[in-house]
């Protein structure tokens, strides 16, 4: 794709998205509780810009776990699971959990859907390059809602394709929270 005009990048991953909300919108997503081979790039690398543009260091979260979901204001199972992803992010965050939303679309875009859905854990932009870069944490197909779970220690600890359900999602967090 090197090369390859943005649109042309972002309607590939589109039309991936459509097809696995569609097929794994149902929350029948794969868990995923070994990690996948490394990208070489541990997420709290990760500097992305925030709605209002300010670079936001996913190592400020260090220490927590970190649940990373990747999403789009066009993707229905991702607008589906979020308000979970929010009440889990509030029930848990004296408990060092700590949600991150990764998203392509414009900030404007970002910002008119949180109005329509309140989301309580930051909202981040980035670029194709840093959406493909999921695939070393699991998202092989390039899908949206895709979701990575890390330990304190920002190892990978568990993925979801598609729709992760808040009670199956809950389980998990706890799983990690008590060690």
């Excluded at 109005?115 to 699991?138: F, H, N, R």
Aim: hydrophobic content about 40%.
């Amino acid at each position: 794709m090197r090369g390859a005009p943005l649109w042309l990048g972002l309607g590939i991953i589109a039309l991936v998205a459509a097809l696995a909300g569609y097929h794994l919108g149902t929350g029948t997503g794969v868990s995923q509780l070994e990690p996948p081979p490394s990208t070489g790039r541990p997420i709290h690398e990760l500097v992305l810009a925030d709605i209002t543009g300010k670079p936001q260091r996913l190592d400020q979260w260090r220490g927590r776990i970190l649940v990373v979901n990747y999403w789009a204001t066009w993707c229905p199972p991702c607008r589906d699971e979020m308000p979970g992803f929010s009440r889990l992010q509030d029930r848990y965050r004296d408990k060092m959990v700590q949600f991150v939303g990764i998203s392509i679309d414009d900030p404007d875009k970002i910002a008119e859907f949180q109005k329509e859905t309140p989301v309580t854990y930051p909202l981040l932009i980035a670029d194709l390059p840093t959406m493909q870069s999921s695939a070393g944490y699991g998202n092989r197909a390039q899908a949206l809602p895709f979701t990575a779970v890390f330990d304190g220690e920002g190892r990978l600890a568990a993925t979801r394709l598609g729709r992760w359900d808040e009670a199956d999602l809950e389980r998990e967090v706890r799983r990690l929270i008590s060690g």
